[in-house]
T-cell receptor, first 113, second 111 residues
Framework: DVKVTQSSRYLVKRTGEKVFLECVQD?????MFWYRQDPGLGLRLIYF???????EKGDIPEGYSVSREKKERFSLILESASTNQTSMYLC????????????FGPGTRLTVT | GENVEQHPSTLSVQEGDSAVIKCTYS??????FPWYKQELGKRPQLIID?????GEKKDQRIAVTLNKTAKHFSLHITETQPEDSAVYFC??????????FGSGTKLNVKP
């Protein structure tokens, strides 16, 4: 059974703080993804990674960066949090071979005040 | 890049009725179309998917149809039950596992 875990379910940070969101998967998946979910906007891709130390920008990368030092771990970094980054953040992973199901983590509800 | 549009944004049906959610996509290179269900407070989970070489796929009460010419695909749920109430997302997959999700449909099944 695939397990994708995220470091926090709820997080409250102040404007200007540096924020780290961690995601870990235990299925040896090559691909990992970070999305943000906002009402009426669906799931929007921030960044994805298809291998260790590899990353590609998604549709809304501004204000975010990522790190993938180990295959099982993919971190999302908000360099200087702003109130418009208040959102639900979802991590997902999938195997590389062809188009495959993405397995999602439980999400982190981030509030920036 | 790909653009996936999903309609309706909300859908309310009576228990036992059918529900249909429709999505359109823009890029003819997309070749995989999954549907995810997200119950309140939970993570999205895959419920059914279809690949571009297939026109229809069915799994018990749910089915998905794909019209490649018109670039649209639909989710059909028959004999709806209260536990079908959730937000449903469609996606078009393009260029090496890059998922483009629709904006979601909140389905409410009234007992």
């Amino acid at each position: 059974d695939v397990k994708v875990t995220q470091s926090s379910r709820y997080l409250v940070k102040r404007t200007g703080e540096k924020v780290f969101l961690e995601c870990v998967q235990d299925m040896d998946h090559e691909n990992m993804f970070w999305y943000r979910q906002d009402p009426g906007l669906g799931l929007r891709l921030i960044y994805f990674s298809y291998d260790v130390k590899m990353k590609e920008k998604g549709d809304i990368p501004e204000g975010y960066s990522v790190s993938r030092e180990k295959k099982e771990r993919f971190s999302l970094i908000l360099e200087s949090a702003s109130t418009n980054q208040t959102s639900m953040y979802l991590c997902a992973s999938s195997p590389r071979t062809g188009a495959n199901e993405q397995y999602f983590g439980p999400g982190t509800r981030l509030t920036v005040t | 890049g790909e653009n996936v549009e999903q309609h309706p944004s909300t859908l309310s049906v009576q228990e036992g009725d059918s529900a249909v959610i429709k999505c359109t996509y823009s890029d003819s290179a997309s070749n995989y179309f999954p549907w995810y269900k997200q119950e309140l407070g939970k993570r999205p989970q895959l419920i059914i998917d279809i690949r571009s070489n297939v026109g229809e796929k069915k799994d018990q009460r749910i089915a998905v149809t794909l019209n490649k010419t018109a670039k649209h695909f639909s989710l059909h749920i028959t004999e709806t039950q209260p536990e079908d109430s959730a937000v449903y997302f469609c996606a078009g997959v393009y260029n090496f596992n890059k998922f483009y999700f629709g904006s979601g449909t909140k389905l409410n099944v009234k007992p």
